[in-house]
């Protein structure tokens, strides 16, 4: 118990404990609890993908690693993988070819978290992919962003090779869609202020 006195009143008492606790843990992966006091508590999944590790915010209902990973992959990904798509997957990104052939033209709309900004409707070569306003250090070989039902703003549609600098680089033959996972910290309004991510 800390005692401390209010600028304006007399002695207030709180605490300032904080606990870890392992929920749940699998070979590269453990579900954490992080409480800051009896009732505000934050979760997370952490662990080590091929060589890169990685912490996330995951929703506090979940119980489990495999929930976790399950809650992670966006529902248009599951859908894909459900009819038989070759869905690949670098990171927090999943990757679901499509026969679309990327409509292009010059007037296209501004892409939300992009810097330098980029624009909807238009080829690049080697630019950062961003969801969600989000720009993150993955690249494409050749990328266009478009409106695609059942995502959130301008999707990124992705060719040839992607690269990161903690994941081995990803061939894509055709057209992908290119879907961020789904965690939480970036769907925070209190964090919009972070849009790039390390």
């Known amino acids: 118990r800390c005692r401390y006195r209010y ?23 453990m579900l954490i609890v992080i ?29 489990t690693v495999k929930e976790a990973l399950d809650w992670l992959m966006p529902n248009l990904v599951r859908k894909a993988i459900e009819q038989g798509l070759g869905v690949k997957r670098q990171g927090d990104w999943y990757f679901i070819p499509t026969d679309k052939i990327p409509r292009r033209h010059k007037f296209g709309a501004h892409v939300p978290g992009s810097a330098p900004a980029l624009k909807t409707n238009l080829l690049y070569r080697g630019v950062p992919l961003v969801f969600n306003d989000t720009q993150t250090r993955h690249r494409g070989g050749l990328l266009v962003y478009e409106t695609i039902a059942g995502v959130n703003g301008p999707a990124p549609l992705v060719r040839e090779n ?13 057209w992908h869609i290119g879907v961020r996972n789904r965690s939480t910290p970036w769907r925070n309004e209190r964090l919009r202020e972070r849009r790039y991510d390390d």
């Open 35 to 63: 409480r800051r006091s009896p009732t505000y508590y934050s979760q997370f999944l952490i662990g080590v993908d091929g060589n890169a590790p990685y912490a996330v915010s995951v929703n506090r209902r979940l119980s």
């Open 7 to 29: 600028n304006w009143g007399g002695p207030k008492i709180h605490d300032h404990a904080q606990t870890i606790e392992v929920r749940d843990f699998a070979r590269k992966a």
């Open 162 to 174: 992607v690269t990161a600098p903690d994941h081995p680089k990803l061939h894509l033959e055709a």
